[in-house]
């Protein structure tokens, strides 16, 4: 028996051409996560889950996946409630990701406007080197997937060039609001715990390695 929610929609007050959208919106929000405002080609994407939000928050929910809106920055983003949907990264992409987000919490504090900050590659490197406690160097085709990665799924926009050249240490990246979604920290003493959870694991990677 397949899932009917007609009712619900129709309740909603989507219209017949709305209702055909709802599975490709749907599947693309999956898809990427984030739906960001401010991006041209999620923006129409971005507005249909507005209009019609409580229909999507409805469907998702009986699917297990929460919809979750960022107010100030304007970006949706979807989030499972079981294990079975969520990605897994590796402890380098991970890093990163706490990297973006120190650096993120940083710069924002000193713009005076709603702009989301700006760093370059050789900031962001040096960071690496320096949020891991340790010269902890990737290699160059490690930095790249790594931040191809991050830039697929939204939380990173290249300001230099249509393509990531990790190779140019004043290469600009404009970090985004959904990093701070990625990993929700409320205080700096929740940004430590991270930072020793992490150490910790890279220690132990290095242990085993040594053996």
Known sequence: MSLDFSPLLSSAGLTEKARREVPRVTNRLLGQTFLHQDIEAD????????RHRYAFESMLKFSGFNLLH?????????????????????????????????????RVEHLSLANDPVVTIG??????????????????????????????????????????????GDARLRLRGSVRMILPIQSADEMEAWLRKYRKVEDNEEDENTE
């Open 43 to 50: 923006k129409d994407d971005y507005y249909f889950i507005h």
């Open 70 to 106: 960022d107010d100030y920055h304007r970006i949706f983003q979807v989030v499972s409630e079981y294990s079975y949907s969520r990605t897994r990264y590796k402890l380098d992409q991970t890093l990163m990701i706490v990297v973006l987000r120190k650096l993120y919490e940083e």
């Open 123 to 168: 900031e962001l490197r040096e960071e690496y080197r320096t949020i891991t406690g340790k010269e902890r160097v990737l290699g160059i085709t490690q930095y790249k997937t790594i931040l191809n990665r991050l830039k697929a799924m939204g939380l990173i926009e290249l300001l230099d060039g249509r393509t990531i050249d990790v190779r140019d």
